[in-house]
């Protein structure tokens, strides 16, 4: 008879201990315990974001960090949330800054007038094609999934040139080239990539395309 109690007794203390084992996750995440993953802090204006990643403004200063991370935001060199640019394409962050890492000191840049594109999971910025100097205020950025960009960009006042006009890498390890037509002034907010396909439309209605290499 004592055998067939402490049997029982056994099998109630297992199943009670399987039970407590079962509901400790839960129970932990209810008191707070176990925290989501975050991606840059909450009350920081959301510049641009994707499914891989989101740009966020704070301090006039931009950062990009990776969703579901707890990894470090990196700042954008150069980037102001005052008039400068942002664009996501897969891993990829691209900006427009009024600083170039790559030109001599004191070289004096027009403001919004560079193009930046960065691999975001190592930092690296592939100095063969960016940073970019246009020398005109670039207005925005399309990224293809495989870092190759485009842009729309507007000469400054007075200049020699009048009309808005879309730059970007047709070739491999080519200088970028004006995609759109210099004698046709370009709507620089319709600039749209699908695909490796980057489209834009002229203020006569007319509309341009063309493939990122």
């Known amino acids: 008879m004592q055998s067939t109690i402490n049997s029982k007794s056994r099998l109630a203390i297992a199943t009670l201990a399987t ?6 996750p839960a129970a932990a995440q209810a008191k707070g315990k176990v925290k989501p993953k975050t991606c840059g802090p909450s009350q920081a204006t959301t510049l641009v974001q994707n499914g891989y990643a989101r740009v966020y403004g704070a301090n006039g200063n931009a950062y990009v960090c990776i969703k579901g991370t707890r990894t470090a935001a990196v700042q954008l060199a150069g980037a102001s949330t005052s008039g400068d640019t942002f ?8 900006w427009s800054s009024s600083t170039d890492p790559t030109a001599d000191p004191g ?7 560079v193009v930046t594109v960065m691999h975001i999971p190592d ?14 205020t670039v207005d925005k950025i399309v990224i293809a999934s495989d870092g190759a960009a ?6 400054p006042p007075n200049s020699d040139g009048s009309f808005t006009t879309v730059q970007g890498t047709d070739r491999q390890s080519h200088p970028e080239d004006q995609f759109s037509d210099d004698h046709a002034d370009t709507i620089g907010t319709s600039l749209s990539i699908h ?3 980057v489209t834009w439309q002229y203020v006569d ?3 341009g395309s063309e493939n990122l290499f």
């Open 150 to 155: 485009a842009w729309a960009m507007t000469p």
């Open 19 to 24: 039970l407590a084992v079962a509901l400790a």
């Open 195 to 197: 695909g490796k396909t």
């Open 123 to 136: 930092g690296k910025i592939d100095d063969t094609r960016y940073p970019y100097e246009t020398n005109e």
């Open 87 to 94: 664009a996501l394409g897969g891993t990829y962050v691209g």
């Open 205 to 207: 209605g007319t509309t």
């Open 107 to 113: 070289t004096q840049l027009l403001a919004h007038s």
